[in-house]
């Protein structure tokens, strides 16, 4: 009981903080004894501190309570399809060093190699002792199970213990999890996502998937593949998709599916990467026709499938993130929602709002980053025990 509350008391001055001792005491709902003498416990282990006061009516100012940045620290890792991001954080979640590296294939032995040669990275350039961090996160494609055992269907992995081989070369506790997930993580705790309570966060990018938040939770399913959206049947017997199907949102909208049906009409790029290939593309679109059919038809692709989330979920807010979904949102999020709206049943299509992540691109990173914080939200400040079996 007594860990719970102090569970709690510190997720609330987490996520909610700077907040005074009497405010915690009515959120909580535990006593002004007993929140004082949990919160002394936390300032004593360092994990909390005083972060100055406001006025209080009739007495002495309050004193306000927040999470020391400076506890411990953190790290996440997105594993992409053409790059792997690292990123370290204090608890505040300021970045404090970064490390980007572009990869051809994504193969779970050279997916482990270079997470670890960019953990090490960060920490040194942190100038921080691997026994300050508190865990990484790691965000990947498909669906993670268990251990952090994976199964990602595009990339050809077949249950890769993922987790396991992560730990044969660090001390340090791993979390894996999937990247719309993480992505979800991120825009529900700081970004476009707050304050919704019934959620879908769309990650657009090679590929595509989302989060499902429902009732403020996060759901998973039965064995956590729920949000693979991007494997909703948008066109039957249509377009064949990485995963082995026909006629996926991914294969219409996935920056590698929309290349892929604009050079399949004739269309050339003089971009090789993927990113820039899909900027050029973007940019045609005042000189080139068959680019401008191309992008019109990714926004309607695009635009049913909020609309199938909309009939489905009913959810009171979309976001729309990943770096290819940012780059359409940016240009045409006005089209996108008048075009939903076109799809939706009219009643809930009036109860949602369609917006953009505030995190930018890289927030996929900053969700992974969450996963040993949540850890030691849950554990009420108390470490984990440097284990990763």
């Known amino acids: 009981m007594r860990r719970s509350n102090r569970s709690v008391l510190l997720t609330g001055i987490y996520r909610d903080g700077p907040l005074s001792r009497q405010e915690l005491s009515v959120r909580t709902s535990l006593s002004a004894a007993s929140v004082s003498n949990l919160v002394g416990e936390l300032i004593a282990e360092g994990v909390v501190e005083e972060a100055g006061s406001v006025e209080s009516e009739g007495g002495r100012p309050r004193v306000l309570l927040r999470v020391s940045p400076a506890f411990r620290y953190v790290v996440g890792a997105e594993v992409g399809e053409t790059r ?5 954080f204090d ?17 779970p032995a050279v997916v482990v190699k270079h997470v670890l040669e960019g953990l090490a990275v960060v920490i040194g350039s942190a100038g921080v002792r691997s026994e300050q961090i508190l865990g990484l996160g790691v965000a990947v494609s498909g669906v993670v199970e268990g251990n952090a ?18 730990a044969e070369g660090i001390d340090i506790p791993i979390h894996v999890d999937n990247g719309a997930n993480m992505l979800g993580q991120a825009e529900m705790w700081f970004g476009a996502g707050r304050g919704a309570t019934d959620a879908v966060v769309a990650l ?16 998973r399913g039965t064995r956590s593949s729920a949000g693979e959206w991007g494997h909703m049947t948008i066109a039957y017997g249509g377009r064949r998709c990485r995963c082995g199907a026909d006629g996926c949102l991914e294969a219409y909208v996935g920056a590698e599916g929309v290349l892929e049906r604009y050079r399949e009409a004739g269309g050339t790029l003089a971009a090789v990467d993927e990113e820039a290939a899909f900027v050029e593309l973007l940019d045609s679109v005042r000189t080139s026709e068959l680019a401008a059919t191309i992008v019109d038809e990714t926004i309607g692709y695009l ?3 909020f609309a199938n989330l909309v009939n489905l979920v009913n ?10 979904g940012l780059m359409v949102g940016e240009r045409y999020l006005p089209q996108l929602r008048e075009v939903a709206g076109r799809h939706a049943l009219r009643l809930p299509y009036s109860q949602v709002s369609i917006e953009l992540c505030e995190l930018g ?9 969450t996963l040993p914080v949540l850890r030691l939200l849950r554990d009420g400040g108390v470490v984990p025990l440097r284990s990763n079996r």
């Open 315 to 324: 959810p009171e807010r979309i976001v729309l993130g990943g770096w290819a």
């Open 361 to 369: 691109r890289d927030a996929v990173a900053l969700g992974a980053a």
């Open 303 to 305: 635009a049913a499938g």
């Open 204 to 219: 657009v990018g090679s590929g595509v998937g989302c989060a499902l938040v429902a009732g403020g939770s996060s759901y």
């Open 91 to 107: 608890l505040a979640m300021n970045v404090l060093a970064t490390w980007d590296h572009p990869i051809n294939e994504p193969e």
């Open 149 to 166: 055992v994976v199964d990602a269907q595009t990339l050809g992995w077949d249950r890769v213990p993922l987790g396991q081989m992560l």
């Open 84 to 88: 792997i991001r690292v990123e370290l």
